[in-house]
């Protein structure tokens, strides 16, 4: 089955931050583990470099918007391999294939009868690219969301009939409850579409930054728009000579933070049923990381850097950290002490220790051959149902909720470790089979976490599965087998060595 799923592309106006990281890492950890389950996945991510957010920010700094688009699209392009992402393209919204397809989609909805010429009058946030309602506006005509002072607008645009679409996102909705995730989630889309819908700008008429209307060269497509429709275009052109439309579209998953839920679950579903196309199966909303329970923010300075973290501890401790620390779907704090801890009292500790000591026992005992003999029943029966389990939960995107249940077992072969002693057995003449049984059943234990972490942490745990001599991190490598099928360990490098 092919199984299509995108973040956000972000705005090239600032320089990525832990927010964007966090969102990288979660569709990542779901595309590897569709990858894992043998499906057909791509993955997709890039940069929305249109608009005011950029036109602006070029302004402020005395550049022209294409400059600073290529300066910053680098730092988003250069976070990925840094962290670890595998997605298989990187779309800019100014590749040009990028803006001949939106002009001829729009066209389309054009010519469907789905616009039409009309004049916006009305609050505008430059930061957001958005257009306010009268509900969305906060105390003083400021934005809720950047507390700045909003426009008011009054030009002539193009306006896309969204209020025709009433009905049949309504129908969307009833018929598909799982269509926005988690469930909160999909109510405030609900709400929003049951104060009813008004129609919206397709164009402005006073920026220069964007992609040109074809029927009205004048004015350039509303940033929206022309950002939304990456998530079709890049399908055309994303391989050489292929159009990989008709094997990735409808979409599985768009994954996207809470601020912009409107925009993929109204304006999104509409949009796309306007230019005859298919809305996508879910679109999953995940929350937002504070600093000191605040917004991260230039301005107020708590912007945490991804890359200085991960130059000092590794991706694989940033992407656990943040998938552990934060309730997926929720908002959650991040800190550096916070970060620290949990790289000392887990990752180095719980996992790290546990794989270099039944590495090091599994030579210093056996002369690092494993021994080929039936595993232990009762922690055999503590990893029955774990790839089930892990499976439901993260089929239904609950990513923290899989990965306790996998560190649940990890906790349980630290305490099998304790409980048998290899070091006493090892000791006593007569113990030979206990300890082979306790080796065989500790390596095979590790190797069974280590392949259900693997989309969670995919350099640490591939290091650990090839010095366990057991590479295959296929899902069919997740079962604890009933009779250990023996080989070598290799030497392990600390997994997550101590901090200075
Ligand atoms: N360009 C638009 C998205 C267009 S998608 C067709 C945009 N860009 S953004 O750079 O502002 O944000 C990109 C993504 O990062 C969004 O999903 C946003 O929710 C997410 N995050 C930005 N700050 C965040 C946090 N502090 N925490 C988690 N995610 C956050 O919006």
């Given at each position: 089955?092919?199984?299509?799923?995108?973040?956000?592309?972000?705005?090239?106006?600032?320089?990525?931050?832990?927010?964007?990281?966090?969102?990288?890492?979660?569709?990542?950890?779901?595309?590897?583990?569709?990858?894992?389950?043998?499906?057909?996945?791509?993955?997709?991510?890039?940069?929305?470099?249109?608009?005011?957010?950029?036109?602006?920010?070029?302004?402020?700094?005395?550049?022209?918007?294409?400059?600073?688009?290529?300066?910053?699209?680098?730092?988003?392009?250069?976070?990925?391999?840094?962290?670890?992402?595998?997605?298989?393209?990187?779309?800019?919204?100014?590749?040009?294939?990028?803006?001949?397809?939106?002009?001829?989609?729009?066209?389309?909805?054009?010519?469907?009868?789905?616009?039409?010429?009309?004049?916006?009058?009305?609050?505008?946030?430059?930061?957001?690219?958005?257009?306010?309602?009268?509900?969305?506006?906060?105390?003083?005509?400021?934005?809720?969301?950047?507390?700045?002072?909003?426009?008011?607008?009054?030009?002539?645009?193009?306006?896309?009939?969204?209020?025709?679409?009433?009905?049949?996102?309504?129908?969307?909705?009833?018929?598909?409850?799982?269509?926005?995730?988690?469930?909160?989630?999909?109510?405030?889309?609900?709400?929003?579409?049951?104060?009813?819908?008004?129609?919206?700008?397709?164009?402005?008429?006073?920026?220069?930054?964007?992609?040109?209307?074809?029927?009205?060269?004048?004015?350039?497509?509303y940033v929206w728009f022309d950002a939304l429709l990456n998530y079709v275009t890049a399908l055309s052109y994303a391989r050489e000579g292929e159009d990989l439309t008709a094997r990735y579209w409808p979409a599985s998953v768009h994954m996207i933070g809470k601020d912009i839920l409107k925009f993929h679950t109204i304006y999104?579903?509409?949009?796309?049923?306007?230019?005859?196309?298919?809305?996508?199966?879910?679109?999953?909303?995940?929350?937002?990381?504070?600093?000191?329970?605040?917004?991260?923010?230039?301005?107020?300075?708590?912007?945490?850097?991804?890359?200085?973290?991960?130059?000092?501890?590794?991706?694989?401790?940033?992407?656990?950290?943040?998938?552990?620390?934060?309730?997926?779907?929720?908002?959650?704090?991040?800190?550096?002490?916070?970060?620290?801890?949990?790289?000392?009292?887990?990752?180095?500790?719980?996992?790290?220790?546990?794989?270099?000591?039944?590495?090091?026992?599994?030579?210093?005992?056996?002369?690092?051959?494993?021994?080929?003999?039936?595993?232990?029943?009762?922690?055999?029966?503590?990893?029955?149902?774990?790839?089930?389990?892990?499976?439901?939960?993260?089929?239904?995107?609950?990513?923290?909720?899989?990965?306790?249940?996998?560190?649940?077992?990890?906790?349980?072969?630290?305490?099998?470790?304790?409980?048998?002693?290899?070091?006493?057995?090892?000791?006593?003449?007569?113990?030979?089979?206990?300890?082979?049984?306790?080796?065989?059943?500790?390596?095979?234990?590790?190797?069974?976490?280590?392949?259900?972490?693997?989309?969670?942490?995919?350099?640490?745990?591939?290091?650990?599965?090839?010095?366990?001599?057991?590479?295959?991190?296929?899902?069919?490598?997740?079962?604890?087998?009933?009779?250990?099928?023996?080989?070598?360990?290799?030497?392990?490098?600390?997994?997550?060595?101590?901090?200075?």
């Amino acid at each position: 089955m092919s199984f299509y799923i995108t973040t956000a592309i972000d705005y090239v106006n600032a320089q990525p931050h832990m927010g964007h990281a966090y969102e990288k890492i979660t569709t990542d950890v779901i595309a590897r583990y569709m990858r894992q389950r043998g499906e057909d996945v791509f993955f997709l991510t890039g940069t929305d470099e249109h608009g005011e957010p950029v036109a602006d920010a070029a302004q402020r700094a005395g550049i022209d918007p294409r400059e600073l688009a290529d300066r910053n699209a680098e730092r988003f392009k250069r976070l990925l391999p840094a962290l670890e992402i595998s997605n298989d393209f990187f779309i800019r919204t100014t590749d040009p294939q990028h803006e001949r397809k939106v002009q001829e989609i729009l066209q389309r909805v054009h010519d469907n009868g789905h616009v039409y010429a009309g004049v916006y009058e009305g609050w505008y946030c430059p930061k957001c690219a958005d257009f306010k309602t009268e509900g969305e506006v906060g105390p003083g005509n400021t934005c809720p969301i950047h507390g700045i002072e909003l426009s008011r607008e009054h030009e002539n645009n193009w306006f896309f009939r969204l209020s025709a679409f009433q009905q049949q996102l309504e129908a969307l909705f009833d018929e598909r409850p799982d269509f926005v995730l988690p469930q909160a989630r999909a109510n405030e889309a609900r709400a929003f579409l049951e104060q009813g819908l008004q129609d919206v700008s397709l164009s402005r008429a006073r920026l220069r930054w964007g992609v040109s209307v074809p029927w009205d060269p004048e004015q350039v497509f509303y940033v929206w728009f022309d950002a939304l429709l990456n998530y079709v275009t890049a399908l055309s052109y994303a391989r050489e000579g292929e159009d990989l439309t008709a094997r990735y579209w409808p979409a599985s998953v768009h994954m996207i933070g809470k601020d912009i839920l409107k925009f993929h679950t109204i304006y999104w579903p509409a949009l796309l049923l306007a230019a005859d196309l298919e809305p996508p199966r879910h679109v999953l909303i995940h929350g937002f990381l504070l600093m000191d329970d605040r917004k991260m923010s230039k301005s107020l300075g708590n912007v945490l850097d991804p890359f200085a973290v991960i130059d000092a501890y590794g991706a694989d401790a940033l992407r656990y950290y943040c998938l552990r620390e934060v309730s997926f779907g929720q908002d959650g704090n991040v800190s550096a002490a916070g970060f620290e801890a949990r790289y000392d009292a887990e990752l180095a500790n719980e996992y790290g220790n546990l794989a270099s000591r039944t590495i090091a026992m599994i030579s210093r005992y056996r002369d690092g051959e494993l021994p080929a003999v039936a595993t232990d029943a009762a922690l055999r029966a503590d990893f029955q149902a774990l790839p089930e389990q892990v499976a439901e939960r993260l089929d239904r995107f609950e990513l923290s909720s899989a990965l306790e249940l996998i560190w649940q077992r990890v906790r349980r072969l630290n305490r099998y470790v304790e409980e048998r002693a290899p070091w006493q057995l090892a000791r006593q003449p007569d113990a030979g089979a206990a300890l082979d049984q306790t080796l065989a059943s500790l390596a095979e234990g590790l190797r069974v976490v280590s392949v259900l972490l693997h989309p969670y942490m995919p350099a640490c745990t591939q290091r650990l599965l090839q010095a366990l001599g057991a590479p295959d991190a296929d899902w069919g490598a997740t079962g604890f087998a009933e009779q250990a099928a023996g080989g070598r360990v290799c030497a392990l490098e600390a997994l997550f060595p101590k901090r200075n």
